[in-house]
């Protein structure tokens, strides 16, 4: 049976990561303005998130205007959008599912076997979770790339990364860990005898006088 200690550590690290992926979905800094050529302007800076863009001025002043229509999105970030949705619900239902496993609670039957194999199907929904999360981030990284280094692309009009998807790989990466802990929870099998046991009852020795 797998420790009591390394399942709550995984846990612990499984819902920081959880919640990691709930800011960094909701934060607009996915990409940010990149300042290069030889007009640099540093007044304002430019963000664009998954719901939202943001102009940031120097003064302080900050304008977000959300993306009025799905339609008008480009393929990739609604599925970036789609991917991040499903990882923050997968990831949340493997937490519930590695709650009914886990040593320390009453929840899920008395039978540790049994728990164990709960606490290790939810470690394994945390990481088909975090796999959606690090698909949608590395999809969404590639395309700010290609942009960038693309020739036909306005030098005004490049990004680079920004601090949210920093956020969102981090807590992937938690959930990475936290989702491999619990799935060590995987319980061992009784060791089987080296030699056959005999059910025979031993024969009594009798003396005769």
Not at 13 to 30: D, E, K
Not at 31 to 55: E, Q, R
Not at 56 to 61: R, V
Not at 82 to 96: F, H, K, P, Y
Request: some cysteine; charged content about 10%.
């Amino acid at each position: 049976m797998a420790n009591s200690g390394m399942q709550i550590l995984g846990f612990v690290l499984s819902l920081v990561g959880l919640i990691g992926l709930i800011i960094g979905t909701m934060l607009p800094q996915w990409k940010m303005s990149a300042y290069v050529g030889d007009n640099i302007i540093t007044a304002v800076a430019m963000y664009s998130g998954l719901w939202m863009s943001c102009a940031f001025q120097s003064t302080g002043q900050i304008q977000c205007k959300v993306y009025d229509s799905i339609l008008q999105l480009d393929s990739s970030l609604q599925a970036t959008r789609a991917l991040m949705i499903i990882s923050i619900l997968v990831t949340a239902a493997g937490l519930g599912v590695a709650t009914m496993g886990m040593k320390c609670t009453t929840c899920g039957g008395d039978d540790k076997t049994k728990k164990s194999r709960t606490a290790m199907a939810g470690g394994i929904i945390l990481l088909l979770g975090s796999l959606s999360a690090i698909i949608a981030c590395s999809w969404f990284a590639h395309n700010i790339i290609k942009a960038f280094y693309n020739p036909f692309t306005p030098v005004n009009t490049k990004y680079e990364f920004g601090s949210a998807i920093f956020i969102a790989w981090a807590g992937a990466f938690l959930d990475v860990v936290g989702g491999g802990m619990l799935a060590a929870s995987c319980p061992r099998g009784k060791p089987t005898p080296k030699y056959p046991i005999s059910n025979r009852p031993p024969s009594s020795s009798k003396e005769y006088v």
